[in-house]
C-alpha cells in the first residue's frame, strides 16, 4: 500500500457486528422486562385501590420476589450496554475493517449508556430536592 491510498477493509469489524446485536437483544430485554414488571404490578394489586395498598403484606408476598428479578434482569441490560459501547469503540479503532456496524453498535449502546445516567442524575436530583429537612 502506497502512502496516500485508503487502507484495504476486507470484512466487517466483528466486535462491532457484536455490538449491534448487544445493543438490540438488550433493547428487547428492557422492553420485555417493562412488559413483566406492569404483569406483576397488576397482579399484585389485584383491583384493590392503591390507597388501601399495604406495603408489609407485599412484601412477604411472591411478587416481590418478581420485581426483585425484573430490576436484576435491568442490571444485566446496563451491563450490557456498557459492554457493547466498549465493543462498539473497539470496533471503530480497528484498522482493515468495515467500521459501519461498529459505529452503529457504540451509537446505539451510547444513547442508552446516556438516557441510563440521565435518569440517575434526575432521580438524584428528585430524591435531593424532595427529601423533606
Not at 420485581?67 to 473497539?90: E, K, Q, S, T
Request: proline share 3%.
Amino acid at each position: 500500500m502506497e502512502q496516500g491510498e485508503a487502507p484495504v477493509r476486507d470484512r466487517n469489524s466483528k466486535a462491532g457486528i457484536t455490538s449491534l446485536v448487544i445493543a438490540i437483544l438488550a433493547t428487547v430485554g428492557v422492553v420485555v422486562l417493562f412488559v413483566i414488571a406492569a404483569l406483576i404490578g397488576a397482579s399484585a394489586l389485584g383491583g384493590t385501590d392503591p390507597q388501601s395498598f399495604d406495603p408489609q403484606s407485599f412484601q412477604k408476598s411472591g411478587a416481590f420476589a418478581g420485581f426483585a428479578l425484573v430490576g436484576i434482569g435491568f442490571l444485566a441490560c446496563i451491563i450490557l450496554y456498557f459492554i457493547g459501547l466498549v465493543l462498539g469503540l473497539v470496533g471503530v479503532f480497528q484498522r482493515r475493517r468495515k467500521r459501519l456496524y461498529a459505529v452503529l453498535g457504540a451509537v446505539a449502546n451510547g444513547l442508552a449508556v446516556l438516557a441510563i445516567v440521565s435518569l440517575l442524575v434526575l432521580g438524584a436530583i428528585g430524591a435531593a430536592v424532595g427529601t423533606p429537612q
